[in-house]
């Protein structure tokens, strides 16, 4: 898998956040869901992309758990939703392409097999886990859907 070393500067985010479980295949469903009420609610809020629009979808750990947080990048208050600060550094930039239910597979390679083959070391004691931005490249279930996948580094080996 192909991937490119960058920095990012502190950015913040606008979004709702939901706890997953600890089966891949329950939080495929949990994250669709998810990603079906945050839509829904950025119609009821009236929320309107521009051109260039941007979707996160950030996975975190906090104290053993695992959560997921669904945003889009903070302008103005939403009513409930939260913001949040994702801290700039040195990040890993995957490439995911395909179609959607195939992403769970990449990230699964990216943890598995890349990173440990990899020169780089991964900050073990981090909240973000790592986050997936989706922009217009974005196409749902064609196969030359395009999700960038970022995952914060500590260091080059």
Known sequence: MKYSILEKETFT???????????????????????????NELKINKIKFKRNWLKYGITKKINGEYFYLIAIPYENDIIGFEKEEIKGGTFICFEHTGKMDLIKSSIFDIYKNVIPKCNFEVEINRTMMHYEQYDHRFLWNNSNSIVEIYLPIKSIK
């Open 13 to 39: 985010v606008s979004g709702l956040q939901i706890k997953l479980s600890t089966s891949q295949r329950k939080n495929f469903k949990i994250i669709t869901q998810h990603w079906q009420n945050f839509n």
